[in-house]
């Protein structure tokens, strides 16, 4: 499986915009579906939002939709998420995942996808929203 490094992670204040990269190394790219999750304290890991290879199909959590946008530049192996509107309730430890299964593509497009879905992982990184 790809390898992945996240980065962009940090402080910030809430309405306020931060964006996380994650560079991917190991294998082609493009046959990745890739997605963040984020796990706050005492919660579950939650898919935050996915793109398929191709960057045709996107999904969004409810409760980022309009605020965050994923994107893919498969020339750099890099897929980012754009974070605006930052509330307090989005920081938590955002994960950076990929998989080539076309079974995680299909549930990502349709919402259903769970972190057992995807075979690699960055290691994380922090947002912290203050209010």
């Known amino acids: 499986q790809v390898q992945l490094v996240e980065s962009g992670g940090g402080l910030v204040q809430a309405g306020g915009s931060l964006r996380l990269s994650c560079a991917a190394s190991?294998?082609?790219?493009?046959?990745?579906?890739m997605a963040w999750f984020r796990q706050a304290p005492g919660k579950e890991r939650e898919l935050v939002a996915g793109?398929?290879?191709?960057?045709?199909?996107?999904y969004y959590v409810d409760s980022v939709k309009g605020r965050f946008t994923i994107s893919r530049e498969n020339t750099k192996n890099t897929v980012y998420l754009q974070m605006n509107s930052l509330k307090p309730e989005d920081m938590a430890v955002y994960y950076c995942?990929?998989?080539?299964?076309?079974?995680?593509?299909?549930?990502?497009?349709?919402?259903?996808?769970?972190?057992?879905?995807?075979?690699?992982w960055g290691q994380g990184t922090r947002v912290s929203v203050s209010s």
């Open positions: 995942v990929a998989d080539d299964d076309p079974l995680a593509a299909l549930k990502l497009r349709r919402g259903a996808a769970r972190p057992g879905d995807f075979r690699s």
């Open positions: 793109i398929t290879w191709s960057g045709g199909d996107t």
């Open positions: 190991g294998r082609t790219f493009t046959n990745y579906v």
